[in-house]
């Protein structure tokens, strides 16, 4: 159902999956756009940003944040415009990056509000100027310390995270190893992104590949995807390698442990045989407080054109939960974004 | 066969281990005494310190040292006394540290000796005041990072590295749970190092009983064992809670991988969604650098008897391999030195 005036479309959790979400696991609600109070403000939003972690929120096992709950809103970060306010600090017109979720209108008491300046594209709050770009830059630089001459490698390399990992690896003098989903997105992450190479995982002889193309062994890798990517780098990691933990995107639709034999105890011994350092983190929760440190370079890299990106914009809240769907699959080709 | 005059005996590796070693990967040689050329020293032993990472040294699987050679003597951190010196540093009479492996005497260029001080017992060089005391201040301090009231857990307790991995956490004011095998250790971890509680994993129902004894669940895991200690300590770990990896006596002798189902993507899931940090070290090739900052404060605090130590002192060379059998079955109770 498309946009219509006076009408918020909200996008909820209507059951929880088990396995990979369904069209069944959402719901798509008409309700009235709702009157800012004293403080408020009302937004509307204009671009929602989907990305993994999502799938994390639609599961009620423990993790670091409450579950969304059946019935409740879709959460996620939007860029919006403010139509009424009724707080001292904004007024209508204002861009800010929100949390506003998956809903054409929200109310905000201007505490989750940041208000966008001069950024070349509003969107870009959501890709490498914002959460992604900050993930990438903070799980590289500060777990993954890279320095000029060590081996990168970096999965989902065409992704939202991925792609700005790489960039910097780059910049900083690492050789650096994409690993994606495609000959395009290969061909994109070495041609235009810059990486020294890129591998294709949905091709034959994933850890050949890699050991080619890493011929001094690994020093860093940057892991978003877990599974058959992880079981191709473990054998080459150097010494004293980092490994930021930041997703495990194959795993994520995963209801039960794979077969055996068990590696748990293998991994504890590689770890501890090659001084290993891995790391998990949650970008708000653990560096929210360096986001400045993050976001000067990354503007001027922007600017510079030596950080590139790429979004994937989808037209239309109602299309955001196959679109979402889809990146679970790895079918975005880019930061996904659903332009409301 | 006891020491005799005039005959240096060496025990050396016969043949590699499959799985437990057995006294037939070992064989002493009677050799002549060798004579120390311009600039060496001739080295007789005192005391030889026995530790689990010899085992990895039998194995020629790749590790981070290289492994002894078949028919060479075995490695191993001596007190020595200096026989005779040709070396302009030492003369006659010196106590040092040296690595002059399982033997009666031994060369060296000086480069791996440190002389002993002032030490209230010499064997300390090889316990608290030495390698396994230095590894559990490292690891512990700077991989653990531990703060007063936090909950550490400490796996073989009793054990050379743990009982003073315990101990320093208990100056810090940590809450500190102590793993050891069998009724006795465990009554001298908790009355006589004084950790607040000391759980047998000999007995049944290790999970439960370490989850009554973490009541605020595990910032701080000390590993040195794997296995079903580790087992019970994942399910109990806090968001951001450190696991320094030191050792996994339990896997050592282990020849293949468990059975399924494979839990290696449990592990890393753990990582991302706790945050953790897991990290493996190697105490010499880490920290070597740092030993002074360790050796101040250790000393002092040995001194006062705030930290203190137990040692299992077997009588003769000859006796070696059988003690360092029984150290991987955890037969040992304390440090375990061969006196020379």
Known sequence: MRKETGIN?????????????TSEN??????????????????ETLYLSLDPYMRGRMSDAPSYAAPVGLGEV?????VSRVVTSRHPKFKAGDLV??????????????????????MPRPSLALGVLGMPGFTAYMGLMDIGQPKAGETLVVAAASGAVGSVVGQIGKIIGCRVVGIAGGKEK???VKEELGFDECLDHHGEGLPE?????????????FENVGGKVWDAVMPLLNTKARIPVCGLIADYNRTSLPEGPDRMGLLMGTILRLRLRMQGFIINMDYGHRFP?????????VREGRVKFREDVVEGLEKAPEAFMGMLEGANFGKLVVKV
């Open 9 to 21: 479309r909200q996008i909820v959790l209507a059951s929880r999956p088990k396995g990979k979400p």
């Open 26 to 43: 959402f719901k798509l609600l008409e309700t009235p756009i709702p009157e800012p109070k004293e403080s408020q403000v009302l937004l």
């Open 74 to 78: 879709m959460v996620g970060a939007t």
């Open 97 to 118: 990056m929100s949390y506003a979720g998956w809903q054409d209108y929200a109310l905000s008491d201007g505490r989750d509000l940041t208000p966008l300046g001069d």
């Open 186 to 188: 290969c061909r994109y």
């Open 209 to 221: 590949l890699l050991r080619e193309a890493c011929p001094k062994g690994i020093d860093i890798y």
């Open 293 to 301: 440190e993050f976001r000067q370079p990354m503007e001027q890299w």
